[in-house]
């Protein structure tokens, strides 16, 4: 019985103490889980306090911006669309396209630097300078303008070109001339185009070519009124006047420099007809247009499908109808009064380039 007493008090002793690990662990474990629940709900709260303040800074932009509100609260997938609508943004806004095509159709063919103009024009409205893509385009439309002006020498030229025959035919001549005149230009251009458009592109340099364009229109005059000779027509011009006039052209590479301007002008100091310096400047241009065309036309496209062909229409619309139209008005205003007028505008858009150059720093 004694034995029995001595082993039981170590049996209940090691119960007591399984008992007391076992309170003490449900008492650890409790413990963990209250402070887990505390740290859960310290987060919880500072989540839904964090919630709050964006909520409160939503409002606020929402009173402020209450457009862009509207958009952050679209789906995804209208926000998505609307940057799809944004990728397509013009190049140039409608009324901009419909401006500088104008400016394009009616510069291009009057001596004034159509160049320098679709770069002048923006820098003094504060718009955003054309593309090289835009350019093109518009050009386009100067292009169709002058061969429908010139429709019938051109059918006559391009029938000479197919079917050469004698070379003392005046067609075959006056084409000779014109592919004379055109290789200094594209030799230029294509030598130069690069360096020409990163160095010749700033307000200032385009507002002094101007002035130059103005100098030679004046002196091309002054020069032709001292003449005494009679001035000779389109077809006593030789092979070295073709050369001298493409020369010319070749210089109009400069923006700010007219094309238009300097074939005239280096024309009517050879001794030529005003009337027939003016069209055989304008037969030259031809050629030269379309090259330029060709030459830019892959980024014109990439561009058009890009951005969207509205602005690309308008442009080479109105250039096309200006362009039309400054032919014909300028083939009388030639004969009437000569250059000085155009001369005397470039000396006045020289002043104004200058001064919006040098307002704006």
Request: proline letters at 4%; charged letters at 20%; glycine letters at 10%.
């Amino acid at each position: 019985m004694a034995r029995d007493q001595h082993d039981a008090v170590p049996g209940s002793s090691a119960r007591a103490r399984a008992a007391d690990l076992l309170l003490q662990h449900l008492s650890h474990h409790r413990l963990r889980r209250r402070r887990r629940r505390h740290a859960a709900g310290l987060r919880s709260r500072s989540h839904q306090s964090l919630q709050r303040q964006q909520r409160a800074l939503a409002r606020s932009a929402a009173r402020r911006h209450p457009a862009s509100s509207r958009r952050a609260g679209l789906p995804l997938r209208h926000r998505a669309g609307r940057r799809a609508r944004r990728a397509l943004t013009p190049v140039v806004s409608l009324l901009h396209a419909l401006v500088l095509g104008l400016v394009q159709g009616l510069t291009e063919f009057i001596p004034v630097s159509s160049s320098g103009h679709l770069q002048l024009v923006p820098f003094v409205f504060g718009w955003k300078a054309p593309t090289v893509a835009f350019d093109v385009a518009v050009h386009f439309g100067t292009l169709v303008a002058v061969v429908y002006v010139f429709h019938e020498e051109v059918g006559r030229l391009i029938r000479t070109a197919v079917h050469w025959r004698d070379s003392s035919d005046p067609e075959q001549q006056l084409l000779r001339l014109i592919v004379i005149g055109t290789i200094p230009a594209v030799i230029v251009g294509a030598a130069l185009n690069h360096w020409v458009e990163s160095v010749f592109q700033r307000p200032v340099v385009i507002s002094l070519l101007l002035g130059v364009t103005g100098y030679l229109l004046l002196s091309a005059e002054t020069k032709a009124d001292a003449r005494k000779e009679p001035a000779r027509a389109i077809d006593e011009l030789t092979n070295k006047d073709a050369a001298i006039v493409g020369g010319w052209q070749a210089v109009a590479i400069l923006p700010g420099v007219s094309r238009s301007g300097a074939t005239i002008g280096g024309a009517m100091r050879l001794g030529i007809d005003r009337g027939a310096a003016a069209r055989f400047s304008f037969l030259l241009s031809i050629p030269v247009i379309a090259g330029a065309i060709v030459f830019k036309l892959p980024d014109m496209v990439h561009k058009a499908g890009a951005t969207g062909v509205g602005p690309f229409i308008i442009g080479i619309v109105a250039s096309g109808l200006s362009g039309f139209v400054a032919v014909k008005w300028f083939l009388r205003m030639i004969r009437l009064k000569g250059l000085r007028p155009f001369g005397i505008y470039c000396f006045l858009a020289m002043v104004a380039g200058l001064v919006t150059a040098l307002a704006r720093g």
